[in-house]
């Protein structure tokens, strides 16, 4: 297939699934992708609780930057405890954090925050989708305006077939789900932090606050480079 066909397939396939479920967008993703890589963020595990339903081929992909809460690092724990015949990995960065802090300094997060997320995020991520066919993430439109155009299919600039299973999710959508199925929860999400990413880049937010206004906060950055 020509990249132009792939982009238009892709595109053609998007507007198909405008609608569709999540659970449909996902299946649509496993049936595509031999090998399927899905990103969790372990926020919350519904990402996780669909790949048991109708992907269990694939393999959950969780960045373990060094720097994540104990909390987070514990729903993971509880994830392969709870759904043992998926296969979950932890991908960690070239460095250890403290092997950046004698390279780069102590503390790159507060210094180069994107470089620190290029480091322990993006090329780690880059790294290991040389392994798939295709991926999944867990973005959703409401997330921010940033992300209000998100497609349920696209091509990445890679090359790589990315799908979007939650993008219409509202977040009332997302607590029903998790509550009808007594999913994993992460704690601090009852905490005030709505958007959970490492620890010395996410504080609690204000109730009526946006809800990524935690992330990065007193600084400009809004996105970890993961989805450009
Ligand atoms: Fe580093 Fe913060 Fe990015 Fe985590 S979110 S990789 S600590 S800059």
């Not at 238009?8 to 479920?21: D, K, N, P, Q, R």
């Not at 959950?60 to 979950?88: K, M, N, Q, S």
């Not at 977040?171 to 010395?200: E, M, W």
Request: proline share 6%; net charge negative; with cysteine.
């Amino acid at each position: 297939m020509t990249t132009l066909t792939v982009h238009a397939h892709a595109e053609a396939l998007a507007a198909e699934l405008e609608h569709a479920s999540a659970e449909t967008i996902l299946a649509a993703a496993a049936a595509r992708c031999d090998r399927l890589a899905i990103t969790v963020s372990l926020q919350d595990t519904v990402l996780v609780e669909l790949a048991h339903r109708v992907a269990p081929h694939a393999d959950l992909i969780f960045l373990d930057t060094g720097y994540h809460f104990p909390e987070t690092l514990a729903v993971a724990a509880a994830v392969e405890a709870r759904y043992p015949e998926l296969t979950l990995r932890r991908i960690t960065p070239e460095l250890t954090p403290t092997q950046q802090d004698l390279r780069f300094g102590i503390a790159l997060f507060s210094t180069d925050a994107p470089a620190c997320c290029r480091m322990r995020k993006v090329e780690p991520l880059h790294r290991t989708l040389a392994e798939y066919d295709g991926w999944v993430t867990g973005l959703r439109r409401s997330d921010s305006t940033h992300r209000a155009h998100t497609p349920a299919v696209e091509i990445d600039r890679h090359g790589r077939w990315k799908f979007n299973p939650l993008i219409t999710v509202s977040d009332a959508d997302l607590d029903r789900f998790i509550a009808d199925h007594d999913l994993i929860t992460h704690p601090l999400l009852t905490q005030g932090y709505p958007s959970i990413g490492c620890a010395p880049c996410t504080r609690a937010v204000a109730p009526g606050e946006d809800k990524r206004s935690g992330r990065w906060a007193g600084t400009s950055k809004t996105e970890c480079g993961l989805h450009p």
